[in-house]
Nanobody
Framework: QVQLVESGGGLVQPGGSLRLSCAAS????????MGWYRQAPGKEREYVAT???????NYADSVKGRFTISRDNAKNTVYLQMASLKPEDTAVYYC??????????????????WGQGTQVTVSS
C-alpha cells in the first residue's frame, strides 16, 4: 500500500558531504516517526537517526554533530544530510517510516515501512 523510494547515495571522499532523501507514496493518511538506519558489510543493521512528525530529533552517538535529519510533511519526505563523512560511515542506508495508511480523509491502520536501501561509500 505504501512505497518508500530512496535517493542520494553514492561515492564520496572522506570529509565530504552527501544528502539522502526518502519519499513515501501510496495510500497514506499520516506519517508518524521517520528514521534512518544503516548496515555495513558483515555487521548488523544499526540505528542512525529519527525524527517525529513534530520535528523532534534523535541521533546515534557516532553521528552526532555530523548528520542532520529533517522532514517535509507536505512532501512525505525525510532527509539525512551527512557531513564530515568517514570511511566507517560506509554502509547501505535504509529509511523507515511509521505510517497510518488509508485515504487522505480516512485512516485504516498503521504499519512500519522500509526503503530498499541506498549505498553510501566513503573512500579516497
Amino acid at each position: 500500500q505504501v512505497q518508500l523510494v530512496e535517493s542520494g547515495g553514492g561515492l564520496v571522499q572522506p570529509g565530504g558531504s552527501l544528502r539522502l532523501s526518502c519519499a513515501a507514496s501510496g495510500r497514506i493518511y499520516r506519517i508518524n516517526d521517520m528514521g534512518w538506519y544503516r548496515q555495513a558489510p558483515g555487521k548488523e543493521r544499526e540505528y542512525v537517526a529519527t525524527i517525529t512528525r513534530g520535528g523532534s530529533t534523535n541521533y546515534a552517538d557516532s553521528v552526532k554533530g555530523r548528520f542532520t535529519i529533517s522532514r517535509d510533511n507536505a512532501k512525505n519526505t525525510v532527509y539525512l544530510q551527512m557531513a564530515s563523512l568517514k570511511p566507517e560511515d560506509t554502509a547501505v542506508y535504509y529509511c523507515k517510516a511509521d505510517i497510518v495508511h488509508g485515504t487522505t480523509w480516512w485512516p485504516e491502520g498503521e504499519s512500519s515501512y522500509w526503503g530498499q536501501g541506498t549505498q553510501v561509500t566513503v573512500s579516497s
